[in-house]
């Protein structure tokens, strides 16, 4: 910092001898400067698109475990059962005795 402001002031006063080294100084601020904001935004951009991505697999990786998971509690839940609920028969005297209602007159 201090020697290029030397030599920005010397390129000042004597314009001949030390232009060169001025703008030189200049000039590599200026890529510096512009080099590290392109590589900021850039690193920035990786960053959001690696994160999508991870996202995305950690996403469909936890859908196939709760599949998976779900699968094998229903097989459990079938092997302990034996059958399914609505395969079960039902004795005819039960489902009637279910089914009635009793009459409700108004008063």
């Known amino acids: ?5 030397w030599l920005v002031l010397a390129a000042v006063l004597d314009p001949t001898q030390f232009l060169p080294y001025g703008v030189a100084v200049l000039v590599v601020v200026v890529v510096g400067y512009t080099v590290g904001s392109q590589m900021l935004a ?3 951009r990786f960053k959001d698109r690696l994160l999508e991505a991870m996202e995305a697999i950690m996403q469909r990786k936890m859908r196939d475990a709760l599949r998976k998971i779900e699968t094998e ?3 459990n839940l079938m092997d302990e059962r034996g ?3 609505s395969s079960v028969d ?3 005297e039960a489902s009637a005795k ?3 209602k009793e009459d409700i ?3």
């Open 83 to 85: 059958h399914l609920a």
């Open 73 to 75: 509690a229903y097989a």
């Open 98 to 100: 279910a089914e009635k």
């Open 105 to 107: 007159t108004p008063p």
């Open 1 to 5: 910092g201090v020697v290029g402001t």
């Open 90 to 92: 039902v004795p005819m």
């Open 42 to 44: 850039a690193a920035t």
